[in-house]
């Protein structure tokens, strides 16, 4: 399958590079935004593909040279944009990798595209340096921001640029990629209710050998919270720490959960549950806790994902989000 055929989902984002590329209107800057996994690099890697390819059909061929070239991930006039620390796209980062660069003509295509990954990491003076060849691009020149956050970008950069919002996937879509892809059929259900159309991350959890146990675990954490003691609750930070590789999907886990608590007590409405077979735990915790503690538990996941962001200390973290879930 060719360039846009074999990424499930996102149809107006391919629709719309597709009609681009037809009409010969290129932006020179695109913003891809959306979670990780959610297939930004994908979709920015087939659009540079097809920008490049020599062909004149609407796909591009895979046989052209320009194809040959992408395909085996050599190719001069598609870059990559590097960063020297992991945590950071600094300045420097942005003058050597796209400045100092750009000026010089495409090797042997029309255009020379940069991909900046993971631009959301760009400092304030990264942006700064970037604006200025945003502003004045060569007009052989394409650029394209993959971000989780849009929002963190200087509005200089976003009024400058073509921003394109990725969408989940709809049930139906990832059900048939997941089966198409193999996946063990009772797995399916699960992966799809969690992954919540990011396809990235159903088919991480998927290879997870310890995804299920893990789940059955943060759950019964979850049911029991609040009939534990301290020690109990304290000896599941030894269990999350098992876990810490997959730490922001047991977090989105509680998190989801704690919004069927709310909306269940909130509505009494058995269908807007994600996890409609657990109702009469959800139904359980919620009659315990008031609508402000719930709100305050959400909020104490978020923290806790910010302080693992910041590196601060895991078990340390763990413990205060735990001891936040027995509030009433
Ligand atoms: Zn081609």
């Known amino acids: 399958m060719a ?34 996994g959610m297939g930004k690099l994908e979709l920015a890697k087939a659009f540079a593909q097809m ?32 960063h020297e620390k992991p945590g950071v796209i600094g300045v420097d980062d942005i003058r050597t990798g796209i400045n100092s660069d750009i000026v010089i003509k495409p090797y042997s295509s029309p255009y020379k595209i940069y991909i900046v990954d993971e631009a959301e990491k760009m400092s304030v003076q990264a942006q700064n340096a970037l604006l200025k060849t945003i502003e004045e691009p060569p007009s052989y ?11 963190g970008f200087l509005p200089t ?14 049930d139906q879509e990832m059900n ?39 789940i059955g675990q943060i759950m019964t954490l979850l049911k029991r919270a609040d009939q534990m003691n301290i020690n ?8 999350l720490t098992d876990y810490k590789l997959e730490i922001k999907d047991c977090l989105d886990f509680m998190q989801m959960w704690y919004r069927d608590v709310l909306m269940l007590k909130a509505t009494n409405d058995l269908n807007l549950l994600l996890f409609k077979e657990e109702y009469s735990a959800i139904r359980d915790v919620g009659n315990k806790k008031s609508y402000e503690t719930i709100e305050k ?32």
């Not at 400058?160 to 996937?169: E, G, I």
């Not at 109990?232 to 269990?239: A, D, K, N, R, S």
């Open 297 to 328: 538990i959400i909020q104490a996941i978020d923290t806790a994902k910010r302080r693992l962001d910041a590196n601060v200390n895991f078990e340390l973290t763990m413990e205060i989000l735990l001891l936040a879930l027995k509030e009433k």
């Open 176 to 214: 048939s990629y997941l089966e198409k892809q193999g996946i063990d059929q009772t797995k399916i259900p699960t992966l799809i209710k969690f992954s919540r159309g990011n396809v990235g991350k159903a088919m991480r959890m998927a290879q997870s050998e310890s995804f299920t146990t893990m």
């Open 3 to 36: 360039g846009f055929d074999s990424i499930i989902g996102n149809r107006q984002i391919k629709e719309h590079f597709e009609k681009a590329i037809q009409l010969n209107k290129i932006s020179h800057g695109y913003i891809l935004n959306g979670e990780d």
């Open 232 to 239: 109990e609750l304290l000896e599941f930070v030894t269990i």
């Open 141 to 151: 020149a394409i650029i394209l921001l993959l971000t989780t956050n849009a929002e």
């Open 51 to 82: 920008v490049q390819c020599e062909s004149t059909v609407k796909k591009p061929c895979m046989t052209c040279h320009s194809c040959k070239q992408f395909l085996s991930g050599n190719h001069p006039d598609i870059i990559y944009v590097k």
């Open 157 to 170: 950069i976003l009024s400058r640029c073509m921003v394109l919002n990725l969408k989940p996937v709809s």
